[in-house]
């Protein structure tokens, strides 16, 4: 079964608001990752975050890892209509390379 | 290539029928992984590949599933016997290790079983 699990399923904005999808795991990880998805084809990596990280950035991004609550956020701020998309956490498992997807959020960016 | 490659993009065939599904992953990338992904699901996990070897097949649903990569670059993904409930999308993604796991996918092979 999957491990992660996303919320919210998901969300409607208007362009330039933030939106912000939250992310939660049951088992230890050596890291976390965020997809991108477009038209169900085709994931593209945004971002990683080790175990050991609380907080990183990329652009208009922002990941944060809460290992304790087992919990991730990614924050994509001054969102445009081309951010609409499927978004999904990965999780790598402790020990291994197994990667485990949420079920996602689907993204909705109003012009 | 530039990216990951699978063949074909599309596949159609009927209950019980034989296929084989194609991954060129990026040249010197030395893990591949297939997955599986349902309609409004997430890649579901099946195999992962370090070189040559299955290093982690426990994604694998039953044994009419199996995967080779015999010489440690493409890889086939083979169905024996599909069902209508193997209908979905393939994906394959590589990755360096020097790279943190970061994935990079290929476009998919949507399989559908009538």
Same mark, same amino acid.
């Given at each position: 079964s999957q491990q992660g699990e996303e919320d919210p399923q998901a969300l409607s904005i208007q362009e330039g608001e933030n939106a912000t999808m939250n992310c939660s795991y049951k088992t230890s990880i050596n890291n976390l990752q965020w997809y991108r998805q477009n038209s169900g084809r085709g994931l593209v990596h945004l971002i990683l975050i080790r175990s050991n990280e609380r907080e990183k950035h990329s652009g208009r991004l922002r990941v944060t890892l809460d290992t304790s609550k087992k919990s991730s956020s990614l924050l994509i701020t001054a969102s445009r209509a081309a951010d609409t998309a499927s978004y999904f956490c990965a999780t790598v498992l402790t020990g291994g390379f197994k990667t485990i997807f949420g079920a996602g959020t689907r993204l909705f960016v109003k012009a | 290539?530039?990216?990951?490659?699978?063949?074909?993009?599309?596949?159609?065939?009927?209950?019980?029928?034989?296929?084989?599904?194609?991954?060129? #992953?990026?040249?010197?990338?030395?893990? =591949?992984?297939?997955? $599986?992904?349902?309609? !409004?699901?997430?890649?579901?996990? *099946?195999?992962?590949?370090?070189?040559?070897?299955?290093?982690?097949?426990?994604?694998?649903?039953?044994?009419?599933?199996?995967?080779?990569? #015999?010489?440690?670059?493409?890889?086939? =993904?083979?169905?024996? $016997?599909?069902?209508? !409930?193997?209908?979905?999308?393939? *994906?394959?993604?590589?990755?360096?290790?020097?790279?943190?796991?970061?994935?990079?996918?290929?476009p998919g092979t949507r399989l559908t079983v009538l």
């Open positions: - | 290539g530039a990216g990951v490659s699978q063949t074909p993009s599309n596949k159609v065939t009927e209950k019980g029928k034989y296929v084989e599904l194609r991954c060129d #992953p990026i040249s010197g990338h030395t893990a =591949l992984y297939w997955y $599986r992904q349902s309609l !409004g699901q997430g890649p579901e996990f *099946l195999i992962y590949f370090q070189g040559t070897g299955a290093a982690d097949d426990s994604g694998l649903p039953n044994d009419r599933f199996f995967a080779v990569r #015999p010489e440690g670059s493409v890889s086939t =993904l083979k169905i024996q $016997r599909t069902e209508r !409930g193997d209908s979905a999308v393939y *994906l394959c993604a590589s990755s360096s290790l020097t790279r943190n796991n970061e994935q990079f996918f290929g």
